[in-house]
Each structure stands twice: as structure tokens, then as C-alpha cells.
């Protein structure tokens, strides 16, 4: 019986999209995760009459035709990259981006990582890095003399130093931004990658045209919404009783078929 | 009326079968690095003994063909372990067990035995790249397990994990749950990745199984009223013309 298999698919997809919902949930306290929701389309049909075949041979054609649907399919699962509300921490090395664009960060083997969790901290060099020690680009060294660290919405970076009235400008950050954010590949991390599909960074100074502001002492929260989570949560676990359902129907149908004298 | 009873007797057998190895998925559903299985089938022809329909030559029975491996990834399960190893791409760990034979596995539930060897959760030893058993001393603290299988620890580099890829993963042997063996020589992996900290789980659907288990009953119940039909024609034949004034 297709009605077997068809739900089983429907079985699958709902388990994906309940796994999708509760890594939202598990992250819900992430600095600047985005929460992700999960596609489906149509996935097969069996053709029994076309569309449009000759009925007779007048030329009258068959206006609707038979086609028997065969399940459902995941067609993607893409990030939703609103904004994060803004958390007021009061630390100096937080940043928060308030619009579009990621920071720089130099992985261990070389290449670019982009993050938008600006939680930083001082290296013991003066390097600005994230928590797991990875550098920030371009390269942002904090004398150790320095008293206090200013860094505005440009992004750039000011210390103040003993005994001088104006404070000296020790680097510029950076921010990137892509054609296609949709399409950068999660590693974990808070980190994401360039791929082929997000299209090169397109790397300027912040505040400037298309480039969000860069602000001190905040943290981005993640954009996973309680509330929706959980209302999809109990549709895909509706759905996927419904179709455990269809199952068992199926199977009682078939043993009916094979109880007939 | 013999051919009807002995394919459908082929029929049932092949179901057995097919049975066998879903329960077995099921029973394995959270094993270490197990990766599901599936029955397949060939007809076997057979000449049609006395008269048959027009144009029909042959009798068709099932036979096994043989057992096709699902090779998916299985979903990975963090443990915080240090010495638990996932193994994230097409690839083997390489272990030698008891008898000095070369095995191969997926499961990365890794130990350090009285010897201060690294062994399987299951006893066998786990060789480096060499061959060679991997000692890990009691003074090797902090383990760290890179993504190319290289261990350190504090005191620096103890070994590099022996990866195998193979062409052909479909004609390994399986041992137990989730050991292999097989007689092509291994090849340097192309992508893959070892996590340490998590452990693969089973790529058993427990949903495709299910399924499966109901379409495999509902087949063998279904000859069986084919089989209980014709019992009952022999028994009324029997009866009638057996029957003497």
C-alpha cells in the first residue's frame, strides 16, 4: 500500500523539523545564534491519467487528470538572520553588530572564520581574540599600559594611556558581509565559513552603507522566539501522530485485505 | 499444484530472512558505529513442469541475493568522554584483536587497558598508522585527539591513529556489531574527520524499520491465505474424487 510509505515519509520529516526546533531551543542563549526552520516540498507524483490527455476523438481533453502524491521531502533548512535583541553587559571587549555584517576572525589553520558573537577578550600578547583564542582581523593589540578601551560605532579602537590628555587610535575592526548570507556553512563554534553558494566577503569599515554599527559593551541574544518554538514544536508533534496514525490504518487495511475468504 | 506450494514455501523462507535482519537492525538500534542492512532478492527461474498458461515457460522463485549495507552517517553523540572518537566521513579505525588478525571499525568507544594500550571498549587493540599498538602512559595527562587521529598530550605527540578507507564497503565481512574485515588493502582516507568527545550512533530509522517490519508481515500473512487456499482445494479434491460410489 503507497499509503505505508508515503507516511513514513511524513514520519521522517516531522522527526527533522522537531530536531531543527530543539537545536533552536538548546541555543536559545547563544550570543547572536540565529534560529533556523526547515523546508519541505512535494515529493514525488505517480501519474495515473495526464493532464490533458485526449479523451476522445473529437479532441475533447481530460481537464484535471489523476496524479497520486508519494510524501513529502526536506528542501532546505536556512538560517533567519533578523536581528538580536541587545544586551547591555557593561564590558569593554563585548561588541555587538546593530545591522547587517559579521566580524573577521583568523582560524588556527589559516583561514577566515565569521562570527557575529563579539564577546572578545585580551590575549596575553594584547590580542584581541575570541574565547576559544582565535585572532580578530585585522590584528588589534591593547598596550598593557592602556587605562581604558574605547571603541565606537566606526569600530574604531582608542586607548587612553597614563599621564596623555587624548586617547591614541590603535586599530580599525572590520566588518564583512556577503551577497548570500543564507548560504554560509555553520562549523560550530559560533563560527561560519565562506562557501561557494554565499558568494566572496565584501570587507569595509563600519557604519558605512550597507554595514551595520559596531557597539561597546553589549552582546547580541539570539533571535530564537520562545514562543513560536514552541507552538511549532506541538504542530510537528501533531503531525507526526497523525501520520503514525495513517500507518496503523494502513496496516489494518491491509490485514483486512488478507482476511478475505 | 506443487510449483504453487513451493513458491510460495520460497516466499515465506525469503521473509524469514527478511525478518531476520530488520529485528537485527532493531536490536542494534543503539549501537556504536552499527550501520543498518537490507535483504535483497533475485527470482530464480525454474522450467515449468505439465501445462502451464499460454507463452509460460518458467516458474519464478525467490532467492537471496544478498545483503546491502546502509554506508549514512550516523548521528553523532556528544559525550565529553576524551577518549570517545566519532568518525565523521568514509573511514575505519584500524585494530588488530586477539588472533593477530587486522580488523576494522567504526565505533570509537576507545579504553586504555592494564598495559597501557588503547584498546576498543570491546577489548580489541587500536593500531597507529604503522600498525603498531598505541600505548598511552599514566603520565599522559590532558588527551587531545586532533582531526586528522593525531593524540597528544601534555607531554607532546604520542601517536597518529591508523585511518582506512576502502572502495568497497559494500563486501566487508561484519563481525559482531560493528567490527569488519576484509581483504582489500586500505587506502588513505580522502575527507575524513575524527571528533573527539562524541561517538556515532547507530543509522538505524527506527520509523524505516517499522515499516518495513509491517510490509514483511503483512507479505508473509498474505501467502499464507494463498497457502491455506490451496490446502483447502487439495482437501476438497481429495475428498470429492476419492470418493467410491
Excluded: C, W
Excluded at chain 1, 519541505?40 to 487528470?65: I, K, M
Excluded at chain 1, 562557501?195 to 561597546?216: F, H, K, M, R
Excluded at chain 2, 498458461?53 to 544478498?66: A, Q
Amino acid at each position: 500500500m503507497k499509503a505505508l510509505s508515503t507516511a513514513a515519509t511524513g514520519m521522517q520529516a516531522q522527526q527533522l523539523n522537531v530536531e531543527v526546533i530543539s537545536n533552536n531551543i538548546a541555543n536559545m542563549n547563544t550570543t547572536a545564534f540565529k534560529r533556523r526552520r526547515a523546508e519541505f516540498q512535494d515529493l514525488l507524483y505517480q501519474t495515473v491519467q495526464r493532464v490533458g490527455a485526449n479523451s476522445s476523438d473529437a479532441g475533447t481533453t481530460v481537464p484535471s487528470g489523476i496524479q497520486v502524491g508519494l510524501g513529502v521531502r526536506a528542501s532546505g533548512i536556512y538560517r533567519i538572520t533578523d536581528q538580536g535583541s541587545l544586551e547591555n553587559t557593561g564590558n569593554q571587549f563585548d561588541l555587538a553588530i546593530n545591522g547587517p555584517g559579521f566580524f573577521r576572525i583568523q582560524l588556527p589553520d589559516g583561514s577566515d572564520g565569521f562570527t557575529r558573537a563579539g564577546s572578545f577578550q585580551v590575549d596575553q600578547d594584547g590580542q584581541l581574540v575570541t574565547p576559544e583564542g582565535y585572532q580578530v582581523q585585522p590584528g588589534i593589540n591593547i598596550p598593557p599600559e592602556a587605562i581604558d578601551v574605547t571603541i565606537n560605532q566606526q569600530g574604531e579602537v582608542q586607548v587612553q594611556l597614563e599621564g596623555q590628555v587624548a586617547p591614541q587610535v590603535v586599530g580599525q575592526l572590520e566588518l564583512a558581509i556577503f551577497a548570500n548570507e543564507a548560504g554560509l556553512e555553520a562549523v560550530g563554534q559560533n563560527l561560519l565559513l565562506e562557501t561557494q553558494a554565499s558568494g566572496p566577503a565584501n570587507i569595509a569599515i563600519p557604519d558605512t552603507e550597507g554595514y551595520g554599527q559596531v557597539l561597546q559593551g553589549f552582546v547580541e541574544g539570539s533571535n530564537v522566539n520562545a514562543v513560536s518554538e514552541i507552538t511549532n514544536l506541538i504542530t510537528a508533534q501533531r503531525a507526526y501522530e497523525l501520520n503514525s496514525r495513517v500507518i496503523q490504518t494502513a496496516d489494518e487495511m491491509l490485514n483486512a485485505t488478507n482476511q478475505l475468504r | 499444484m506443487d510449483n504453487l506450494l513451493y513458491v510460495a514455501m520460497s516466499h515465506q523462507s525469503a521473509m524469514q530472512r527478511r525478518m531476520d535482519v530488520v529485528s537485527n537492525n532493531i536490536a542494534n538500534m543503539n549501537t556504536t558505529g552499527f550501520r543498518g542492512e537490507r535483504v535483497t532478492f533475485r527470482h530464480h527461474l525454474e522450467e515449468l513442469e505439465g501445462d502451464g498458461p499460454k507463452g509460460m515457460t518458467n516458474v519464478n522463485f525467490t532467492l537471496d541475493y544478498g545483503i546491502l549495507r546502509n554506508l549514512e552517517q550516523g548521528s553523532f553523540m556528544p559525550t565529553n568522554n576524551p577518549l570517545d572518537v566519532a568518525l565523521e566521513g568514509s573511514g575505519f579505525l584500524t585494530i588488530e584483536n586477539d588472533l593477530g588478525e587486522t580488523l576494522y571499525t567504526r565505533s570509537g568507544h576507545l579504553r586504555i587497558n592494564a598495559e597501557s594500550e588503547l584498546i576498543l571498549a570491546s577489548g580489541q587493540r587500536v593500531l597507529d598508522e604503522n600498525g603498531n599498538p598505541i600505548t598511552i602512559d599514566p603520565e599522559d595527562t590532558n588527551i587531545k585527539i586532533t582531526k586528522d587521529g593525531r593524540i597528544f598530550s601534555d607531554l607532546g605527540e604520542i601517536a597518529r591513529l591508523g585511518l582506512a578507507a576502502f572502495n568497497d564497503e559494500q563486501n566487508m565481512e561484519r563481525l559482531g556489531a560493528a567490527i569488519y574485515r576484509t581483504d582489500e588493502p586500505p587506502k588513505d582516507p580522502q575527507d575524513l574527520n575524527v571528533l573527539q568527545g562524541s561517538l556515532e550512533g547507530s543509522n538505524v530509522n527506527s520509523i524505516s524499520e517499522i515499516t518495513e517490519m509491517i510490509n514483511v508481515m503483512r507479505s508473509y500473512q498474505s501467502v499464507q491465505r494463498q497457502m491455506d487456499s490451496v490446502q483447502e482445494l487439495r482437501d476438497r479434491s481429495i475428498d470429492r474424487l476419492a470418493r467410491v460410489g
